[in-house]
């Protein structure tokens, strides 16, 4: 296969994969199009049957005026006969012959649009029971489509929102974290600050004589001096 063919091959491919995912994206939406189109050719099958009911009425009147008019002839005919006047019967009899070739068309027409009626009647009947029960399973489908649909949504939005507490989290530890480093110098603070004011009070009260002043080197050399004579002396 040469190039321009496979190419060909793989266009036609990509264009029938897009048919179908538009059909799979619209399914319901032609579904219920073609289920308005079945009830629009019902309905016209009904207006049909009402127009073959309607010519098989007629059909039947004619049919019984037919045979009305013919017993009528038929008694005029054995009038003729019992007066004698065998052309006045002849006459009469080709009425009646004419009459009754009426009457087997129009009861042959009466009979076809009696059946017509009565198969249309039945596909009607069976298109009917069709389409409700197609109507039900489409009703099932929507509310199977509603329902999975709120439960993606409601999957994705636990999804975000297990992200955003993750999110969330992260930043609640680093506040926490920034409030203790706070907390930590805040207290370092106070504790230098306890520490100098302790150190300029001791020096106040040296100076007023209440403590002892800090010792010199000769301080604490006189101080060993004196120790040593007292071990010497003893």
């Not at 029971?129 to 993606?152: G, M, P, Y």
């Not at 004011?197 to 002043?213: Q, W």
């Amino acid at each position: 296969m040469g190039v321009w063919s496979k190419l060909i091959t793989a266009l036609r491919g990509g264009a029938h994969e897009a048919g179908e995912a538009i059909i799979d994206t619209q399914a319901l939406r032609i579904l219920d199009q073609e289920i308005r189109d079945a009830d629009a050719e019902l309905r016209k099958s009904k207006e049909a049957l009402a127009e073959i009911m309607a010519k098989q009425k007629l059909a039947a009147e004619r049919v019984k005026k037919t045979q009305a008019k013919i017993d009528e002839y038929e008694g005029y005919a054995f009038k003729a006969l019992e007066a004698e006047d065998e052309k006045l019967a002849h006459e009469v009899a080709e009425k009646i012959a004419n009459l009754e070739a009426a009457f087997e068309s129009e009861r042959e027409a009466e009979s076809a649009y009696s059946k017509s009626a009565a198969d249309l009647r039945k596909a009607i009947t069976q298109s009917e029971a069709n389409i409700k029960r197609l109507k039900q399973q489409v009703d099932t489908v929507k509310a199977t489509e509603s329902v999975q649909k709120a439960q993606a949504t409601v999957a994705s939005r636990y999804s975000g929102s297990q992200n955003k507490m993750h999110t969330a989290l992260e930043s609640l530890e680093r506040i926490k974290k920034k409030q203790a480093e706070r907390s930590a110098r805040m207290e370092a603070a106070s504790e230098i600050e306890s520490m100098e004011t302790d150190d300029a009070l001791d020096s106040k009260l040296r100076e007023a004589g209440f403590l002892a002043k800090e010792g010199s080197a000769n301080d604490v050399l006189e101080r060993l001096k004196k120790k040593q004579q007292a071990k010497t002396s003893s």
